[in-house]
C-alpha cells in the first residue's frame, strides 16, 4: 500500500531562509507524488506533482521538489522564504492504477519569522 | 474557469441527524472525490465519483455515501451522524483521466453536537 512520511509537523525559518520540508514516500509501483498546500480555512492549493518525468519538479510560488528514487523522498524547497508561505503543507502520493484517490502525509506547518 | 465550490460552508448538526454537502466541480470535469481532515486522522479519502460511478472507496463506514450527477455535481451524504464526523470535508475535482490533477474546494465545515 502507498503511504507518505512527513517528517517534522512544524518547521520555522526566517523569512530569506531556505525552506525545506520533508517527505519521504513508500510504493510498490513507481508514484504520482503532490506537494499541497493549505491556507487557513481554505482548501487545498497544488504546488507541484512529479508524474515520472524530471526529476527536479518546479512549481508555483518559487517552490521545487527532486524526486529520489534511492532515497524514496520527494522533498520540498524554496531558497528564500516569504511571510506568505507560512501555511500548512501536504505531501501525498497516488498509484497509477487510482490515480484520483491520493494517500496525504500528516502535514508540516511552516511558520516564517521576519 | 470557476473554481470547485461547495455548499454549504459552514454546517451544525446534532448527534443522530443526516446531512448533505455539495460539491460543484469545475466546468469540464468529470472526476469528484471527496476526503475528510480532521486535526487526529488528518486527511482521509472518502470515495470518488466518474460520470456518475463510484470508481474508488476508502474505509469509512456505509453511513458515509455519495452521489454523482449527469452535469457531474456531486453530493455526499452522511447519515446518523455521530461526534467523530465533525471536520472539515473537502471536494476535489479533476478531468479524472491523465492530468493527475486534482483541484480543491475551500471545504465544508460540519460540526456534530
Known amino acids: 500500500a502507498q503511504s507518505v512520511t512527513q517528517l517534522g509537523s512544524h518547521v520555522s525559518v526566517s523569512e530569506g531562509a531556505l525552506v525545506l520540508l520533508r517527505c519521504n514516500y513508500s510504493?510498490?509501483?513507481?508514484?504520482?507524488l503532490f506537494w499541497y498546500v493549505q491556507y487557513p480555512n481554505q482548501g487545498l492549493q497544488l504546488l507541484l506533482k512529479y508524474t515520472s518525468a524530471a526529476t527536479l519538479v518546479k512549481g508555483i510560488n518559487g517552490f521545487e521538489a527532486e524526486f529520489k528514487k534511492s532515497e524514496t523522498s520527494f522533498h520540498l524547497t524554496k531558497p528564500s522564504a516569504h511571510m506568505s508561505d507560512a501555511a500548512e503543507y501536504f505531501c501525498a502520493v497516488s498509484d497509477q492504477a487510482n490515480t484520483d484517490k491520493l494517500i496525504f502525509g500528516t502535514g508540516t506547518r511552516l511558520q516564517v519569522f521576519p | 474557469k470557476a473554481g470547485v465550490t461547495q455548499t454549504p460552508r459552514y454546517l451544525i448538526k446534532t448527534r443522530g441527524q443526516q446531512v448533505t454537502l455539495s460539491c460543484s466541480p469545475i466546468?469540464?470535469?468529470?472526476?469528484v472525490s471527496w476526503y475528510q481532515q480532521t486535526p487526529g486522522q488528518g486527511l482521509q479519502f472518502l470515495f470518488e465519483y466518474f460520470s456518475e460511478t463510484q470508481r474508488n472507496k476508502g474505509n469509512f463506514p456505509g453511513r458515509f455515501s455519495g452521489r454523482q450527477f449527469s452535469n457531474s455535481r456531486s453530493e455526499m451524504n452522511v447519515s446518523t451522524l455521530e461526534l467523530g464526523d465533525s471536520a472539515l470535508y473537502l471536494c476535489?475535482?479533476?478531468?479524472?483521466?491523465?492530468?493527475?490533477?486534482?483541484?480543491f474546494g475551500p471545504g465544508t465545515r460540519l460540526t456534530v453536537t
Open positions: 466546468s469540464g470535469h468529470r472526476s
Open positions: 510504493s510498490s509501483v513507481p508514484p504520482y
Open positions: 476535489a475535482s479533476s478531468s479524472g483521466t491523465v492530468t493527475y490533477e486534482q483541484y
